[in-house]
């Protein structure tokens, strides 16, 4: 007998037991099949391809069976299944969270062989008899409930894309068009209802669970699952000013010069005004155009800030205009594949201008990527933005207001399969080059925002090692089995 066959084949002992995945799996769809007809639903089911939709096919794979709880008691019996599985020691049933299914990449809220937690019948929003904040369903989508609120003179910080859930926005932090005035969507919570690992539905506030109140406000879900928010809202007439103006590619460095002049806050730029500069290219040639989303939450504002913008020509297109939030121009079709992955660095034009090299170089150097649509956007992150934010109390995400900052994402589209291993070389090439030049030049910040992040980021850790170590000790104490850490491989992990 060889020596490899001798140890194999001596008795282990002291190995916990453990069901295979299959067995977990099965056992968990069944349990919950049996406790709630009619809101689960196998491969084999005629509505499986509709309740497994997601925005972009990238981000679609094939779960075992879906389960769509109507309330947080649903989700807590299917919380404390997941934990459970087949009921051996260290079974579990692997298990995704969807709110609204817009994070692209695969795993981000689907699983292979798993049970899809789907969130979106979970979806109502009411406002607060006092009119002090509004309660939003876990998988709710920021239209609807930006359309529900038409009428009742108030506003909130939320989602910019129509489609987005309530859910990923949040967690992930969340940039809205009040991000300028409030913060981010995270710095509004007044109180989350979470189904923790034990099945335990809890509130987390600033008087009950405070620390688990504050690992949420950038977090992710590392924690349990969120089944409402309760949203702080202010008097607005909901009327806003703005819309898209869509430029040539060719006024490229005009548009850098006057968004690194917009991020500046030693311009005076109002808070009330708000933007995100699009770049969206067809070829490395230079073909495509560059989409400017201008918004000023004072509608009857003068619009300074947005001025130069509004002053560029030539323009291919000109939707500017007073509507009310939820009437805002931005939607944003479904797509096929698209990936995202983002840096922040501070607000320095000969660094921003060094960036879009980079952006453009590694657009040429992945061109040969059949019908690769390079997009990427920029987003200010000026002092007073964080200021806001931290007025509010807070959160996890560790910006500080010494300069101002700014925000570039990549969101490549494509449409062959075939080349997806292509697309996330060329995003994860372009992250580290971003990344080693900025830094080079003294101008790197650590912090990345998840909400745009590609899956080999390691945003928790971006938070720095102070906030990293509070989410890995918080997640410790909410759920000691860390079921959340093992059985759900979307979001962003506690590395």
């Known amino acids: 007998m060889s020596l490899l066959a001798w140890l194999l084949a001596i008795p282990v002992t002291g190995v916990l037991s453990t069901s295979s995945v299959a067995d977990n799996v099965a056992i ?6 049996q406790q709630f007809p009619g809101q689960v639903v196998y491969a084999n089911g005629s509505e499986y391809n509709v309740w497994n939709h997601r925005w972009a096919d990238t981000a679609e794979l094939a779960p075992s069976c879906i389960f769509r709880p109507l309330s947080a008691a649903d989700v807590s019996f299917a919380v404390k299944a997941f ?7 260290t079974d579990f049933c692997p298990f995704s969270i969807k709110s609204g299914g817009h994070t692209p990449w695969a795993g981000a809220n689907d699983v292979d062989a798993g049970v899809a937690l789907d969130l979106s019948n979970m979806n109502s929003s009411v406002l607060s008899a006092d009119r002090s904040y509004i309660s939003i369903g876990g998988g709710a989508i920021w239209h609807d409930a930006y359309t529900r609120s038409n009428g009742t003179g108030v506003a909130y910080p939320g989602g910019r894309c129509p489609g987005t859930g309530v859910g990923g926005v949040t967690l992930g932090g969340g940039y809205s068009w009040f991000t300028g005035e409030v913060g981010f969507v995270a710095d509004s919570i007044l109180n989350y209802e979470v189904v923790l690992a034990s ?4 509130n987390a506030n600033s008087t009950s669970n405070h620390d688990l109140f504050r690992a949420l406000k950038g977090g992710n879900n590392n924690f349990g699952v969120v089944t409402r928010f309760d949203l702080q809202v202010f008097e607005h007439d909901q009327m806003v000013y703005g819309g898209l103006i869509i430029l040539p590619a060719s006024s490229s460095d005009e548009v850098l010069e006057a968004f690194q002049n917009f991020t500046d806050d030693s311009t005076g730029v109002s808070p009330s005004a708000g933007l995100t500069i699009e770049f969206f290219l067809d070829s490395p040639e230079g073909d495509g155009q560059i989409l400017l989303w201008l918004i000023d939450t004072d509608a009857e504002g003068d619009h300074a800030g947005l001025q130069p913008f509004l002053d560029m020509e030539p323009k291919l297109v000109d939707r500017v205009q007073t509507s009310t939030i939820a009437d805002y121009t931005s939607n944003i079709p479904a797509v096929t594949r698209v990936l995202m992955a983002d840096a922040t660095f501070v607000n320095d034009l000969e660094t921003l201008k060094g960036v879009n090299n980079i952006t453009l170089e590694i657009f040429q150097k992945y061109s040969y990527i059949p019908n690769l649509t390079w997009d990427y956007q920029l987003e200010p992150l000026s002092r007073h933005i964080i200021q806001a934010s931290n007025a509010k109390g807070g959160n996890v995400m560790g910006l500080e ?6 925000i570039i994402f990549i969101m490549p589209l494509w449409v062959d399969s075939a080349y997806d291993a292509d697309v996330y070389e060329a995003a ?3 992250y580290n080059a971003v990344k080693g030049y900025t830094a080079s030049v003294g101008k790197d910040v650590s912090f990345e925002f998840a909400n745009y992040a590609a899956p080999f980021q390691n945003i928790m850790a971006s938070y720095g090692p102070v906030n990293l170590q509070f989410l890995k000790d918080t997640s410790r104490k909410y759920d000691p089995s860390q079921l959340f850490q093992k059985a759900v491989k979307g979001g962003y992990k506690l590395h």
């Open 28 to 33: 968990c769809c069944n349990s919950l099949s």
């Open 83 to 89: 934990g459970t599985g087949a009921g051996k020691s």
């Open 199 to 202: 099945g335990q539905i809890v």
């Open 401 to 406: 207001e010494i300069e101002d900052q700014l």
């Open 428 to 430: 994860e090439t372009w």
